[in-house]
């Protein structure tokens, strides 16, 4: 089944632990980027990869990492999290381009307490 | 200004009812156009693209105003499962969402 699969779907940790959150696709695609959503604002992108070592900053990255070293992986990084970077976060593939249609993973709820 | 601004509801309605959201954005260079939908606390999923000449899929139609950089939605024969956030999304050099609107159709 053609997915992208994230973990994991619900975390709570403390302010200053290091998180990782990791991102799989199993459909070969080349654009990966990864979301917060926040009430009333919507989803913003924090980072996104156009292709394997190429990764670039989205709209709101401070406080973000991300790699990209194969293709279908891509990990979303938080070497100090704060109580503001409290959100449900989505990563998201699409096939080529940045502006065609993007498949999903199911989300992180993120609590930092 | 938001690039992508919708009403953010809710849209409260009765089962059956039609309803239509509306869109706006401000990328005047914008080249791809959607609609996601969003249930509660779950990933949004593509409902369906917009096309310049319009397009129909069921009880779903959207449409596509570029002069005046206008979206619409409109849902026909409302049903209890179309209760969800809808999300429009418009794509230049990536996807930029809206913040959503919320529908409940109610019995």
């Known amino acids: 089944e053609a997915q992208v699969t994230q973990n994991p779907r619900y975390l709570i940790t403390v302010t200053g632990k290091k998180l990782t959150v990791t991102c799989s696709q199993n459909?070969?695609?080349?654009?990966m980027s990864w979301y917060r959503q926040d009430p009333g604002l919507g989803l913003r992108q924090i980072y996104y990869?156009?292709?394997?070592?190429?990764?670039d900053k989205g709209d709101v990255p401070e406080g973000y990492k991300v790699s990209r070293k194969e293709k279908r992986n891509f990990p979303l990084i938080l070497e100090s999290p704060s109580p503001n970077q409290t959100s449900l976060y989505f990563c998201?593939?699409?096939?080529?381009?940045?502006?065609?249609?993007?498949?999903f993973g199911q989300g992180t709820r993120l609590t930092v307490v | 200004r938001k690039e992508v601004e919708q009403d953010p509801g809710p849209f409260n309605v009765p089962e059956g009812a039609t309803v239509a959201f509306n869109c706006t954005y401000s990328n005047s260079a914008s080249q791809s156009f959607f609609w996601y939908r969003q249930d509660c606390r779950k990933e949004p999923k593509l409902l369906m693209s917009?096309?310049?000449s319009g397009n129909e899929d069921g009880r779903f139609t959207a449409q596509l105003n570029r002069a005046s950089q206008y979206i619409s939605l409109l849902i026909r024969d409302s049903k209890l499962s179309d209760s969800a956030t809808y999300l429009c999304?418009?794509?230049?050099?990536?996807?930029?969402f809206g913040a959503g609107t919320i529908l409940r159709v109610k019995s």
């Open positions: 917009v096309y310049s």
């Open positions: 999304v418009v794509g230049g050099n990536k996807l930029v």
């Open positions: 990869s156009m292709n394997v070592e190429v990764t």
């Open positions: 998201a593939s699409s096939p080529t381009a940045p502006n065609t249609e993007a498949f």
């Open positions: 459909m070969n695609h080349e654009y």
